[in-house]
DNA sequence: CAGGCTAAATGAGCGACATTCATATTGTCT
DNA sequence: AGACAATATGAATGTCGCTCATTTAGCCTG
């Protein structure tokens, strides 16, 4: 069946082929279709139509394709109640938006951990919406960022764990009696919805008291 | 200078040149030496005095081999404080040594976070103390799992956060004002420490509270 | 309107890796 | 002594990301 593939026209195309927007999306398709061990440069461009070759006039490189999809998933990220709701209901709401998005794309976790926000307007804009909406509810300037990093490190540690296979904690309970014990206690659950509930509703306790302590 | 190097014998040497201890030995040792991206098969081969395919005669493959990594540091992190301590002051301790450990092992975090513990016998010995350690300060059999998972979440998030650059948040003050001012409010400090800090103090007392609400 | 510059495509091919396989050698067990 | 298993070598393979020379077409300028 190898269907009949004319040769394609060589130089350039009336209108140009690719973008940011068209590779960016194509890439996200692929991912969502086949997982991100399918996403190669070669079937990038394939999906798309077009040599792999060509892609390389648009994006430097495949470092920079994971920022331009790391961009495009904060996007669906819900930052909006910061703008309506006090900033502990509404840092809650992020939260878990922010986890849910990258328990689907944790392969971007480590990306985005190291990788400078300039060059991406989505995520720029959502770190702005954040930043106003704590300021905006009595944090002192010189704590924001540290709330910000410290939520966002546990969401993104959360995301981690949510791609982790259930029995990543069975152990023969000869080796280990009491793990093996209280991880039997907690079958049937989804283990990792569970922890990361417990964990955010634990931090905000404390963020909260703890800005009660500031502002007395 | 391309010295004498006398092509190795072919065959089974007299005694066995390689061995799990001695290639994990020698993948930390080139980590610590030139960083993950030299971690290749052929420059470990090369550093044990071996040819590369050698390697596959005692580890499966490359996977395997950041596993049997990830289990040696496993083996750095203190987790001595849970026989002598109070819980709390002990999963302190217990989350400062794991963090640290991983800022130095970074890209081994979305290994660990994924992989089952069963066939690492140092994970497995901490995580039976960890989980002794809870069990004794009060925690409920059926919330241990999730207390350690939360901690150990916002953990290896702050450690990916720990190899993120200084400038990670720098942004143009007309893009993002609220953003720019509170980055600008938190300069000259370590500022991942200070997230990492702030974090696991509110972890902790957040803890301490949902325990006492437990335990009347 | 001719000539040149630039954008955007093609396809060949390179280098780095992980991994596999046929083969060789040697210690150990029967 | 002979068979077998363990452990090494080195050649080869396949996948990838990426580069480069080349081609083509639209646009700008004199």
């Keep these: 069946m190898t269907s009949s593939e004319q040769p394609r026209r060589r130089g350039r195309p009336t209108a140009p082929l690719l973008s940011q927007e068209k590779i960016t999306s194509a ?21 798309l139509g077009v040599a792999p070759s060509a892609l390389y006039n648009h994006v430097s490189n495949k470092h920079q394709l994971l920022r331009w999809i790391q961009d495009h998933v904060n996007r669906e990220i819900d ?5 309506v709701r006090p900033w502990d209901a509404a840092l809650e709401a992020w939260a878990h938006s922010y986890r849910d998005a990258y328990a689907r794309h944790s392969l971007l976790v480590p990306v985005i951990a190291v990788t400078p926000i300039a060059g991406s307007p989505h995520t720029v804009a959502m770190y702005e919406k954040v930043a106003a909406g704590l300021r905006a509810g ?14 966002e490190s546990f969401v993104l540690g ?55 302590a500031l502002t007395p």
Aim: charged residues 25%; proline residues 4%; contains cysteine.
């Design 79 to 83: 930052c909006s109640d910061f703008e």
């Design 138 to 151: 009595g944090w002192p300037d010189d704590q924001v960022m540290d709330v910000v990093v410290a939520v």
């Design 158 to 212: 959360s995301a981690l764990d949510a791609a982790a296979p259930d029995d990543i904690f069975d152990v023969p309970a000869d080796q280990a009696p009491v793990l093996a014990r209280v991880v039997g206690a907690r079958v049937g659950r989804d283990a990792a919805r569970a922890a990361f509930d417990l964990g955010l509703a634990t931090v905000l306790a404390g963020l909260r008291d703890r800005l009660r």
């Design 27 to 47: 890439a996200v398709e692929l991912i969502e279709l086949r997982g991100y061990s399918a996403l190669t440069m070669a079937a990038l461009a394939r999906q």
